[in-house]
């Protein structure tokens, strides 16, 4: 029996992130670069393999798409032009749309938590920020102390800001899949 290989993961993430992961042929030289290897359980070419195999269970629940920290290194030593930090974002959304258990679900939280505030604000917002990821992470009273010192000192503000077309901002989110839910 012939073994074909599952080509969707690769399509899928094409079409979101315009991508050729094919175009791949594993020189490694997005891993030697990479600031964050070290702590990764998979290193970015076994990524970009990983995506050619179609393993998309694995990759969902991997720590690396998580820990990638969007520097573009690999992105820029890349001979072949493949935009690998696209590609880990586009996986990144992938599993949180997939509901797969993350690979480091407190980073997968505070994604979920910054991006969902933008959507509805338009801006970055430290007290929607914290509610949202202290109610996602259950850990509601953790740094309080910390939380008290930086609002006396007003580094934190209790009002969001808001920009003015708030449902434009929604509709950039709605027209771009992958955008949070
Ligand atoms: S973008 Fe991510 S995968 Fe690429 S070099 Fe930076 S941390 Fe590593
Ligand atoms: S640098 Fe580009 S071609 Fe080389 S392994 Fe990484 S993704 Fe593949």
Redesign the pocket.
């Not at 007290?127 to 934190?156: C, E, H, N, Q, W």
């Given at each position: 029996m012939i073994n074909t290989v599952n080509r969707e993961l690769e399509k899928a993430l094409e079409q979101r992130t315009g991508q050729k992961v094919r175009?791949?042929?594993?020189?490694?030289?997005?891993?030697a670069g990479c600031p964050i290897a070290f702590a990764m359980d998979l290193v970015?070419?076994e990524v970009?393999k990983m995506v050619q195999y179609g393993q998309e269970r694995r990759l969902m629940r991997s720590s690396t798409i998580w820990l990638c920290a969007s520097c573009e290194t690999?992105t820029t030593?890349?001979?072949?032009e493949?935009d690998?930090a696209a590609v880990m974002d586009g996986l990144r959304q992938m599993a949180l749309e997939a509901g797969e258990s993350l690979g480091e679900p407190e980073v997968g939280m505070f994604h979920k938590s910054f991006l969902g505030g933008i959507k509805y604000t338009g801006k970055t917002n430290e007290p929607i920020l914290i509610g949202a990821y202290k109610t996602l992470s259950r850990r509601l009273f953790d740094d309080l102390g910390l939380g008290a010192v930086m609002l006396a000192r007003r580094k934190i503000k209790i009002l969001p800001r808001v920009v003015k077309d708030r449902a434009g901002m929604r509709r950039i989110f709605d027209r771009t899949e992958g955008g949070p839910k």
């Amino acid at each position: 029996m012939i073994n074909t290989v599952n080509r969707e993961l690769e399509k899928a993430l094409e079409q979101r992130t315009g991508q050729k992961v094919r175009d791949c042929y594993q020189c490694k030289k997005c891993s030697a670069g990479c600031p964050i290897a070290f702590a990764m359980d998979l290193v970015p070419h076994e990524v970009m393999k990983m995506v050619q195999y179609g393993q998309e269970r694995r990759l969902m629940r991997s720590s690396t798409i998580w820990l990638c920290a969007s520097c573009e290194t690999c992105t820029t030593r890349c001979p072949n032009e493949i935009d690998i930090a696209a590609v880990m974002d586009g996986l990144r959304q992938m599993a949180l749309e997939a509901g797969e258990s993350l690979g480091e679900p407190e980073v997968g939280m505070f994604h979920k938590s910054f991006l969902g505030g933008i959507k509805y604000t338009g801006k970055t917002n430290e007290p929607i920020l914290i509610g949202a990821y202290k109610t996602l992470s259950r850990r509601l009273f953790d740094d309080l102390g910390l939380g008290a010192v930086m609002l006396a000192r007003r580094k934190i503000k209790i009002l969001p800001r808001v920009v003015k077309d708030r449902a434009g901002m929604r509709r950039i989110f709605d027209r771009t899949e992958g955008g949070p839910k």
